[in-house]
């Protein structure tokens, strides 16, 4: 399978469902915490996370939106000149240690660069979900991806 898809292999509608997906340890989330610089005792603090309404720490949501956008790489944008804007971000529910999170992103919109004829714009949903199927994060996003180039055959898929 190539990395990424050209601009041309893109249809409104399409929906990619991306595998694998990832399970978060408490590893991974105490150590993005630390290193993003965020101390909200709700993600480092077990005795505290204890006496909140879920009684456990939660996973940080920078690192949820971070996972999201990453387990999508592969079929979004694996072929990205550029990341234009993310807006619609929201945590639909809680992620905890030992969750697995997967997602799927929907095609809403393409549109071809009014500028340089060799790219255009996609406009793709993504939501995450846990190992129940239940929605844990959901963004839009505008993505800058190249058109296939003249000497570059259509793949296979």
Known sequence: MAFGRYFEEFKVGQVFKHWPGRTISEFDDTWFSLMTMNQNPLHIDEHYARQTQHGQRLVNGTLVFSLVVGLSVADISGRAIANLEYEEIKHLGPVFHGDT?????????????????????????????????EAVLSLKRRVLIPKRPPEVAPSAE
């Open 101 to 133: 999170i997967y997602a799927e992103s929907r095609v809403l919109d393409k549109t071809e660069s009014k500028t340089k004829a060799d790219r255009g714009i996609i406009y793709i949903e993504t939501k995450g979900f846990n190992q129940k199927h």
